[in-house]
């Protein structure tokens, strides 16, 4: 069975592919590897350079031909940690792995060796041949960006990067809603603020729906290069919203979650530190260690409930948590959603029970949210006359004073003893 020419043809038109994409095959099974360098054999721009089930020759071999793409089925003895192996040594070739099942664990070996793409076995030719010319795509990008690290950065570094990251321990209180068009109102704003918005929510974030963007790059991508980032190529990662803003999305799906690290996350705080005025962050409704590196490093955590006595529970044992991981209570603002609705809970019980100021109180207009989710269209863009959209902008005018009373203060450095203080929040110590 070779690829259908009408669907190749359509298929290669998505991508800027040279005369050929040397391809290295290295397979378990000869018989499968003789079917596979048929398939292409008719193909011009997908050449199968050599073929080999012996990993020692494999390495040789990539050396030798210094191919752009090398497919490894991962039936071949340590199959993973050449992979590995050979996108540390051999930068200009891309590894896709042939995964055979459960899916879940072929995926995280994949992403734990770096490589570029999982392709599942049984697969269709034009499967193969799509994560082939992805990978070539992705690497030749790759090389355009890496040889200008040790160029200037392309944006004027400003001082005093201001990091907001908007949390809430309860889901479902429009959490992403209010990061979403914070960060949409503070682009906005005269002058123009250089603004980034991450979806931080690994699991089920939304920014992408909510602002009706489909990413270009996944983070996934980013963490498998991470020890390249700099600022030049953290800019390649970023999607332009219409508004100027730019968007850093959460992993395409779940799977992909729990392979962004504290460390990661710290590292592109770090890239995007001093070229940007505003980072807001998105985050999940729990405590895990990127949402813990994102807090701590943050100049402010906007600190999401309602007047119901569910969220205020919540909130109040968020606020141990934060207490117990030694977060200034200065930098944590509270923010009332739905603050209109009469739930039984009066904002002042809210502060007594707390100890913690409302900052500001949002009304509900559960109509223009959902419409604007469902449009991928932020609030203060396409509702900025009701009284919602007001509020985000009035919200984002709060959070520019803010920082211009505080003096713009760059965030605060990661304090001695971080994992041990995570610890005692943990009822670990």
């Known amino acids: 069975m070779g690829i259908c020419v009408t669907h190749y043809a359509a298929l290669r038109r998505s991508f800027a592919v040279p005369v050929a994409v040397r391809t290295l095959l290295?397979?378990?099974?000869?018989l499968a590897a003789k079917e596979i360098t048929e398939w292409f054999a008719e193909v011009e721009d997908i050449e199968i350079v050599e073929s080999t089930n012996l990993p020692s020759k494999a390495l040789l071999l990539v050396s030798e031909y210094e191919p752009d793409v090398v497919?490894?089925?991962?039936?071949?003895?340590?199959?993973?940690e050449l992979a590995e192996q050979i996108g540390r040594d051999f930068l200009n070739s891309g590894v896709i792995i042939l995964g055979t099942p459960p899916a879940e664990d072929a995926y995280r070996k994949g992403m734990q060796a770096g490589v570029r793409d999982v392709v599942m076995q049984p697969f269709r030719p034009l499967d193969l041949a799509d994560a082939i010319y992805k990978s070539y795509d992705y690497g030749r990008k790759r090389r355009l960006i890496i040889p200008q690290f040790t160029e200037a950065p392309p944006e004027a570094p400003r001082a005093g990067t201001k990091f907001i990251?908007?949390?809430?321990?309860?889901?479902?209180?429009?959490?992403?809603?209010?990061?979403?068009?914070?960060?949409?109102?503070?682009?906005?704003?005269?002058?123009?603020?250089?603004?980034?918005?991450?979806?931080?929510?690994?699991?089920n974030g939304i920014v992408n729906v909510a602002?009706?963007?489909?990413?270009?790059?996944?983070?996934?991508?980013?963490?498998?290069?991470?020890?390249?980032?700099?600022?030049?190529?953290?800019?390649?990662?970023?999607?332009?919203?219409?508004s100027g803003l730019q968007v850093l999305c959460s992993p395409f799906t779940p799977e992909f979650a729990d392979y962004v690290s504290s460390d990661?996350?710290?590292?592109?705080?770090?890239?995007?530190?001093?070229?940007?005025?505003?980072?807001?962050i998105d985050t999940s409704p729990f405590f895990h260690d990127p949402v813990m590196t994102a807090m701590e490093q943050s100049n402010c955590i906007l600190l999401i409930g309602s007047l119901d006595v569910?969220?205020?529970?919540?909130?109040?044992?968020?606020?141990?948590?934060?207490?117990?991981?030694q977060y200034p209570r200065s930098k944590i603002k509270l923010i009332i959603n739905r603050g209109n609705i009469d739930f039984g809970v009066l904002p002042r019980d809210v502060e007594v029970t707390l100890k913690l100021p409302i900052m500001y109180t949002l009304p509900s207009e559960d109509r223009v949210a959902v419409a604007s989710l469902n449009e991928g269209s932020p609030v203060v863009q396409a509702y900025a006359k009701a009284d919602l959209g007001r509020s985000f902008i009035e919200l984002a005018?709060?959070?520019?004073?803010?920082?211009?009373?505080?003096?713009?203060?760059?965030?605060?450095?990661?304090?001695?003893?971080?994992?041990?203080?995570?610890?005692?929040?943990?009822?670990?110590g």
Do not use: C
């Open 264 to 280: 990661n996350v710290a590292q592109i705080m770090s890239a995007l530190r001093n070229t940007k005025d505003y980072v807001i």
């Open 165 to 203: 990251t908007v949390f809430s321990p309860k889901g479902g209180v429009g959490k992403s809603t209010i990061a979403v068009n914070l960060a949409v109102a503070l682009a906005t704003k005269k002058g123009r603020n250089r603004v980034v918005l991450w979806d931080l929510d690994l699991h």
């Open 310 to 325: 569910a969220s205020v529970k919540n909130l109040k044992a968020g606020l141990m948590v934060m207490d117990s991981l």
């Open 397 to 428: 005018d709060l959070i520019i004073s803010k920082f211009e009373q505080e003096g713009a203060s760059s965030a605060p450095a990661r304090k001695p003893g971080l994992f041990g203080r995570r610890r005692r929040a943990a009822g670990e």
């Open 71 to 80: 497919i490894m089925d991962d039936r071949i003895p340590e199959a993973h």
């Open 26 to 30: 290295v397979h378990s099974d000869p």
């Open 211 to 242: 602002t009706n963007m489909v990413p270009k790059r996944p983070i996934t991508d980013l963490i498998n290069e991470i020890q390249y980032l700099d600022a030049e190529m953290m800019e390649s990662y970023l999607e332009t919203h219409s």
